[in-house]
């Protein structure tokens, strides 16, 4: 996953209004960034996915990932209705950065097209 999560840090981090500018978070004490705890399975949509449309992308985050969220109750995510959501924020950016990589490790062959 460090082969995703290196390139994703470096283009969302950096601007993250939970960062400090230079790519270091400050999001509170126990608080997990939900693109880091959620990358694997964020890998998996976008390979997965073939879709012509950014909302299957949408579809297929909110089915797989917000319902194992703990801020998700009943199908609402306060987090996500205040704009508090970095995996809503940011995940126009986290689908290009882990196409990105996809295409890059397969042109390179280390990975086949079929897998992550």
Same mark, same amino acid.
């Given at each position: 996953?460090?082969?995703?999560?290196?390139?994703?840090?470096?283009?969302?981090?950096?601007?993250?209004?939970?960062?400090?500018?230079? #790519?270091?978070?400050?999001?509170? &004490?126990?608080?997990?960034?939900?693109?880091?705890?959620?990358?694997?399975?964020?890998?998996?949509?976008?390979?997965?996915?073939?879709?012509?449309?950014?909302?299957?992308?949408?579809?297929?985050?909110?089915?797989?990932?917000?319902? &194992?969220?703990?801020?998700?109750?009943?199908?609402?995510?306060?987090?996500?209705?205040?704009?508090?959501?970095?995996?809503?924020?940011?995940?126009?950016?986290?689908?290009?950065?882990?196409?990105?990589?996809?295409?890059?490790?397969?042109?390179? #062959?280390?990975?086949?097209?079929?897998?992550?």
């Amino acid at each position: 996953m460090e082969l995703f999560w290196e390139p994703l840090r470096q283009r969302v981090c950096a601007k993250c209004i939970d960062g400090d500018g230079k #790519g270091n978070c400050r999001l509170p &004490q126990g608080e997990a960034c939900a693109l880091e705890a959620f990358l694997p399975e964020l890998v998996t949509i976008v390979s997965t996915v073939k879709a012509d449309s950014y909302q299957k992308y949408v579809e297929a985050l909110r089915a797989s990932i917000c319902t &194992q969220c703990d801020h998700q109750v009943d199908g609402k995510c306060n987090k996500r209705e205040t704009l508090e959501c970095a995996l809503d924020r940011y995940f126009p950016v986290v689908l290009d950065v882990i196409e990105t990589v996809k295409d890059e490790l397969q042109k390179d #062959g280390t990975i086949e097209t079929t897998k992550v």
